[in-house]
């Protein structure tokens, strides 16, 4: 038996294993995966627009002490190269986005940031700092303690010490600490309850800078705060969850292609080409 609960929505049922073949090409021996008895709604079809869920994630991380999918492709060795890229596209006409399983878009190669992977469980890494445009403040709620400390701590220490990043294509916004949040909010001038803001007041505004595993990846205006044209509402791309824990969901992951190695628990990110 098995019952998931997830950030929205949940299932319960019974695990099975059976040939898995993914894209047509690769195959999956005796992969266990969750076959539902009840599902929440927020899984029924249509509105879903999809029959299952395929978890990217590690081993560590899946329900009912079974294998992921990811894990049994390099146990399988069934991959060119044990790693996969996601390109998620800003927009419905060019599609949702992308995955290629054993390779990646070697058209940015030379662009792609390299950061480690902590634990074993999620696709997540350290974050050690959150800029907007050139000012010096750090808005990682925290941050400063783990600086002040950092003469006298391992890395290993620090890297435990400060807060995490999980990469995640199937959140919807950016998650993170209310406090963080908060100050981003009212540094650009939106609501800190609601998140909306003036769509006037785009033109004025300075990217992002997210600090992940040592590095600085940005976001601009335009992809973190939401413009509805049908509403002419205007709203930020974040939502207060947790204070230790950030998950940086479709909107960061729509300005950054992302790589994933498999074997040697490591990230890599460049800028969406346009």
Same mark, same amino acid.
């Given at each position: ?15 099975? #294993? ?13 992969? +266990? /995966? ?57 927009? $419905?006409?060019?599609? =949702? ?16 940031? &390299?950061?480690? %992977? ?7 890494? !350290? ?7 050139? *000012?010096?403040? =750090? ?16 890395? *290993? *220490?620090?890297?435990? #010490? $400060?807060?995490? #990043? ?11 600490? @209310? ?5 981003? $909010? !009212? ?6 309850? +609601?998140?909306?803001?003036?769509? +006037? ?5 300075? @990217? ?8 600085? /990846? +940005? ?15 205007? *709203?930020?791309? &974040?939502?207060? %969850? ?15 292609? $992302? ?16």
């Amino acid at each position: 038996k098995i019952q998931i609960q997830y950030g929205t929505g949940f299932i319960a049922g019974d695990i099975g #294993a059976d040939t898995v073949q993914v894209a047509g090409s690769l195959v999956l021996h005796n992969q +266990s /995966f969750a076959m539902t008895s009840l599902e929440d709604k927020t899984f029924e079809m249509p509105r879903s627009q999809f029959d299952g869920l395929f978890g990217l994630g590690f081993t560590g991380g899946a329900e009912g002490h079974v294998r992921s999918p990811v894990d049994t492709m390099l146990q399988q060795n069934i991959l060119g190269e044990p790693l996969f890229g996601i390109k998620l596209f800003r927009g $419905s006409q060019r599609g =949702n986005g992308e995955i290629t399983f054993g390779s990646y878009d070697h058209a940015y190669a030379k662009s792609l940031e &390299w950061i480690d %992977v902590y634990g074993d469980i999620f696709w997540a890494t !350290t974050m050690e700092g959150i800029f907007y445009g050139d *000012e010096p403040q =750090n808005y990682l709620y925290g941050a400063d303690k783990v600086s002040a400390a950092s003469g006298a701590l391992s890395a *290993e *220490e620090k890297a435990r #010490a $400060s807060r995490k #990043a999980l990469l995640d294509t199937g959140s919807s916004l950016i998650y993170g600490d @209310p406090f963080s949040l908060a100050a981003m $909010s !009212t540094r650009i001038g939106a609501n800190p309850l +609601s998140g909306e803001l003036p769509c +006037s007041a785009l033109a004025s505004l300075k @990217p992002f800078h997210f600090v992940l595993g040592g590095k600085r /990846f +940005s976001m601009a205006p335009e992809e973190y705060v939401f413009h509805d044209p049908a509403t002419g509402i205007c *709203e930020v791309q &974040w939502m207060p %969850v947790s204070e230790y824990l950030w998950i940086m969901g479709i909107p960061f992951l729509q300005s950054h292609y $992302s790589v994933y190695d498999i074997k040697d628990r490591r990230i890599g990110l460049a800028r969406m080409k346009q």
